[in-house]
T-cell receptor
Framework: ETGVTQTPRHLVMGMTNKKSLKCEQH?????MYWYKQSAKKPLELMFV???????ENNSVPSRFSPECPNSSHLFLHLHTLQPEDSALYLC????????????????FGPGTRLTVL | GENVEQHPSTLSVQEGDSAVIKCTYS??????FPWYKQELGKGPQLIID?????GEKKDQRIAVTLNKTAKHFSLHITETQPEDSAVYFC????????????FGKGTKLSVIP
């Protein structure tokens, strides 16, 4: 549980605000992910970083901007969000991407509950 | 792309009974199938996974079976306990091309004491 941490745990913001979500992994992994979790929908992969390079971008609106300054930290910068962006944002890491065997296992953080007013 | 269907969406069982959750996938190239448990206020935690060269895998009270021909896999929990109550997600991933995990919508399991 403490291998991947996320801050803040809860965030309320207006549509014109700019905020950032932070994720840190203490597992020595090389890949990090951002997911969006909405009620009654499957987890949606947003971005994947491998060795600090973005390798996947799943048609995410530009109001979400990821940043990976090193292999242990991942940020999600938010600006001009919409109410439908309210969700639980989960960060995950894995040893490698795509990886083989146990290296593919993704470990999730507790998430940031985002509410956009 | 891959599509994963998960059933049922909710499941209630008496403590001590077994629980079974089923998933189907669409892409025959998928070869990695993890199961995650998500408790309230927490992120998903891996509980068991299976790869396509294996038909069944067991870890204490938890087992997963895979039928590649029918493209479905199932999670079996025996001797359920109240602490098993959570939302369970299945997922599928390919070994080549797109390596992304595609998740099911989840099953909310309630174990009644």
């Amino acid at each position: 549980e403490t291998g991947v941490t996320q801050t803040p745990r809860h965030l309320v913001m207006g549509m014109t605000n700019k905020k950032s979500l932070k994720c840190e992994q203490h597992l020595g992994h090389n890949a990090m992910y951002w997911y969006k979790q909405s009620a009654k929908k499957p987890l949606e992969l947003m971005f994947v970083y491998s060795l600090e390079e973005r390798v996947e971008n799943n048609s995410v609106p530009s109001r979400f901007s990821p940043e990976c300054p090193n292999s242990s930290h991942l940020f999600l910068h938010l600006h001009t969000l919409q109410p439908e962006d309210s969700a639980l944002y989960l960060c995950a890491s894995s040893q490698d991407y795509p990886g083989t065997g146990a290296g593919r296992t993704q470990y999730f953080g507790p998430g940031t509950r985002l509410t956009v007013l | 792309g891959e599509n994963v269907e998960q059933h049922p969406s909710t499941l209630s069982v008496q403590e001590g009974d077994s629980a079974v959750i089923k998933c189907t996938y669409s892409d025959s190239a998928s070869n990695y199938f993890p199961w995650y448990k998500q408790e309230l206020g927490k992120g998903p935690q891996l509980i068991i996974d299976i790869r396509s060269n294996v038909g069944e895998k067991k870890d204490q009270r938890i087992a997963v079976t895979l039928n590649k021909t029918a493209k479905h896999f199932s999670l079996h929990i025996t001797e359920t306990q109240p602490e098993d109550s959570a939302v369970y997600f299945c997922a599928a991933s390919q070994g080549a091309g797109s390596y992304q995990l595609t998740f099911g919508k989840g099953t909310k399991l309630s174990v009644i004491p």
